[in-house]
């Protein structure tokens, strides 16, 4: 029931910044847990970074500690992915989920997103 599109995607030079933003409808986003993923071609859907739903709680994939935060505004329904210092290896396409456990296994999440591009130039 509850639809979410991504956005802020785009191409950056190495060592720069992008903020991507989720945003929900048709349901009652606040009520839910929150991943991000990204998958690169080729390869397999990764863990980036969750948050609960409750927003005081965050986890991040051990690659992503320290350049990458994650954060909700429930009043918007909206979640965000601040990435820094982004390398190379960081070009994706970025999925926001949303399910009712905080995991890092895609499988568990039940609403998903369309993705967004993001694409970090040497």
């Known amino acids: 029931q509850v639809q979410l599109v991504e956005s802020g995607g785009g191409l950056v030079q190495a060592g720069g910044s992008l903020r991507l933003s989720c945003a929900a409808s048709?349901?009652?986003?606040?009520?839910?847990?929150v991943g991000w993923f990204r998958q690169a071609p080729g390869k397999e859907r990764e863990f980036v970074a969750g948050i609960r739903w409750s927003g005081r709680s965050t986890y991040y994939s051990d690659s992503m500690k320290g350049r990458f935060t994650v954060s909700r505004d429930n009043a918007a329904n909206t979640v965000y992915l601040q990435m820094n210092s982004l390398k190379p290896e960081d070009t994706a396409v970025y999925y926001c989920a949303a399910g009712l456990w905080a995991t890092m296994t895609a499988q568990s999440y039940v609403y998903w997103g369309q993705g967004t591009q993001v694409t970090v130039s040497s």
């Open positions: 048709g349901g009652p986003f606040s009520g839910y847990a």
